[in-house]
């Protein structure tokens, strides 16, 4: 099968199979340049990881405002709101010291807003 492989700070790293590294990215670098918005410390998330020392997720997966949530309920600094080129308006959020953007759905009143992070299309990442 096909490997893919990964050059972060002179570094070659191997991230396996492409559909599991795609997936799955292992690396926190590698999450980065896979298009995974978010890199959340797990210190920051309560060490919610097990054993990981990342949680990588795409902005999609991150949801600002006051609409249900069917994941790890957080709360969070508003920062910005903005228009992206697709029409969606994203938020971007302080979550306990770390910058998260997100889908802005539902109110916000305030700058202390809800934060819902879906945690099964999450990768644990190093």
């Given amino acids: ?3 893919l492989l990964f050059m972060s700070n002179g570094k070659l790293y191997d991230l396996g199979p492409v559909e599991r590294a795609l997936t799955s990215p292992m690396k926190a670098e590698a999450a980065a340049y896979l298009g995974y918005d978010n890199v959340i410390p797990c210190k920051a998330l309560g060490n919610l990881c097990e054993g990981s020392k990342s949680l990588a997720l795409r902005y999609s997966s991150v949801q600002v405002g006051e609409a249900p949530c069917d994941g790890l309920q957080l709360k969070g600094r508003l920062e ?3 228009a992206d080129v697709d029409g969606s308006l994203r938020a971007r959020v302080d979550l306990n010291g770390v910058k998260v953007t997100g889908l802005l759905r539902g109110k916000v ?3 202390d807003v809800n ?12």
């Fill in 1 to 3: 099968s096909t490997r």
């Fill in 115 to 126: 934060v819902c992070i879906k945690i099964d299309s999450a990768a644990l990442v190093e």
């Fill in 109 to 111: 009143e305030d700058r």
């Fill in 80 to 82: 910005q709101i903005y």
